[in-house]
């Protein structure tokens, strides 16, 4: 059988060979520190999941669900006024998607057509291509550097390629990379989409995990942007719901009205507890959102300064759940780096090169253990001797 040429435009698994050494060494009995995978190790509240349960228990609720509820609308909308401070936020400006992955995935189909140019960050996550290139799109790569503390510059996107730009995804906090945006830079990027009638996507997934006393926001606080953006905010990080896949896109209404177009023809809706659960989230209490915070600023610090005091010179991340680290001296390939690292330390973590062009050079570690396991890592690293002296 002959299948779609579509899958010639991804390359092939690197995870696959990760996982596999990982199920040997597992079944050898070797201890690992799996810090590979961004998902969250903390519990989710209680309020959320009993929100879930006793919607389960209406036989109504498990029908389809055709829509997304006329209260989750406006509990989104009453979000972004109670945490970022931006109002004016209209049902029209809003819907769900199952996770960032899904809505980003599936972006280039309702708004490219063969051929159309669109702007991504290199590093980011390997969705921004998918979606891009599923939509028939031609990606240009503006680069994050460690120059420019891996932040976009629209300065370095040539003229000619911003005039044929259909969209640009921006991503801060970044993922993989860590960095973090200001007001002036987000100020910049809007004013530069408005001058070549270019859309925004912001990937807003971790702007409640942000570090050293920065402020995470919206794209939407930057006067102008609702002229030329949409967002997806998701719940997954900060309310600890991955697997529940809760997010929004949030913004132009003509954006939002496409997407939704093409969704009525490849799903149902959002299972309604699920739509209840994202309720109760939004309404409920914020306190253990920062708390969480807090935690995670710690693992940054025991993660980073642990690898740097055993010789490993990583930097400290600003903001997500990540941290992007150079390789260490004497490894130029990610991911003969991360097959040696869990080889010989127990040590998981994500090859760069999966995360673009740029991304080759770096690993990816996510901070989701707690610090005396990541103390014990970073001491496995140690005794591995796989850090070498300059």
Known sequence: MEFSKRLDLFGPEIFAALNDKKVALEEQGKKLFNLSVGTPDF????????????????????KYSLRDLPEMLDAVCQYYHRRFGVEGITHEMVMSFSGSQDGIGHLGLALCNDGDTVLLPDPCYPVFMTGSLLGGAVPYYYHLTKENNFLPNVAEIPEEVAR???????????????????????????????????LLVHDNAYSDIIFDGAVGGSVFNTPGAKDVAVEFFSLSKSFNVTGARISFMVGRPDVIAACKKLRTQIDFGMFIPIQKAAIAAMTGPLEGVKAQCRVYQSRRDALCGGLRSIGWDVPDSHGSMFVWAPLPAGYTNSMDFCLEL??????????????????EGYVRFALTMPEERIAQAVQAIRDSGIIRSE
Not at 43 to 62: C, F, G, M, S, V
């Open 342 to 359: 869990i080889e010989k330390a127990g040590v998981i973590c994500t090859p760069g090169s999966s995360f673009g062009p740029s991304g």
């Open 43 to 62: 519990p989710t509240p209680p309020h959320i999941k009993q929100a879930l349960l006793d919607a389960a228990q209406d036989d109504e609720n498990w």
């Open 164 to 198: 044929k730009a259909k969209y640009m995804l921006v991503s801060l906090p970044a993922n993989p990379v860590g960095s973090v945006g200001t007001p002036a830079l987000y100020a910049e990027i809007v004013d530069f989409c408005r001058r070549y009638d270019i």
